[in-house]
């Protein structure tokens, strides 16, 4: 969403414990490749993801609707940030204050444990080259049949408080980062 997270969004998030932290990602947005995200995560790891498609929508009523999407991800070590690395030719920096809270399951908090199904939820500030924006997320790891059951579960626990008033998450503003950032920057 564009503009400044507004404080009433944090305050309806604040009620979930969660982790806080600052980062700043490079996208790779040129060469263009399809089906495809390429980022370095805080100078320190080197993410791909490779999009899957999407098995739907995510729908809570008069509350929010977004389209979902299957990434499939891996990360690897990537040595420190070099001065000339960054927002320079094909590549986009992107500062983030993050809030993620894990549910690993619909009652209990706390990080999923690996190769069990869980659930997580962020909000984030994102600053693109000094235009502030916002973002809500979520997502679901495990095995694939459970996916869908997790989002689900991950949304209506959100939900259950609606988002204040004049918020509207709406499909127009559902996408992954890589697709933002070329609508942002004139590179789709």
């Known amino acids: 969403m564009r503009g400044q997270l507004p404080g009433a969004v944090e305050d309806w998030f604040a009620r979930f414990p969660a982790e806080t932290m600052a ?19 805080g100078g320190r790891a080197l993410g791909v993801k490779v999009y899957g498609g999407s098995p739907g929508l995510l729908e809570v009523a ?11 991800k891996w990360s690897f070590p990537h040595g420190p940030a070099s001065p000339s690395s960054g927002d320079s030719a094909g590549w986009r920096l992107v500062s983030k204050r993050r809030r993620i809270s894990f549910f690993a399951q619909a009652t ?6 690996l190769g069990k199904p869980g659930r997580a939820v962020e909000l984030t500030a994102v600053d693109l080259r000094g ?20 989002l689900d579960a991950a949304a209506a626990l959100v939900f259950a408080d609606a988002p204040p008033s004049g918020v509207e998450l709406g499909i127009d503003d559902s996408q992954s980062y890589a697709q933002w950032l070329r609508r942002q920057t004139g590179t789709e």
């Open 131 to 150: 235009e502030p924006w916002w973002t809500l997320c979520f997502e679901a790891t495990g095995p694939a049949d459970a996916l869908r059951r997790e």
């Open 62 to 72: 008069g509350q929010a609707r977004g389209r979902l999407q299957s990434w499939q």
């Open 23 to 41: 980062l700043e990602d490079a996208y790779l947005l040129e060469p263009y490749l399809p089906g495809l995200s390429v980022k370095v995560r």
């Open 108 to 113: 209990e908090m706390g990080s999923p444990q």
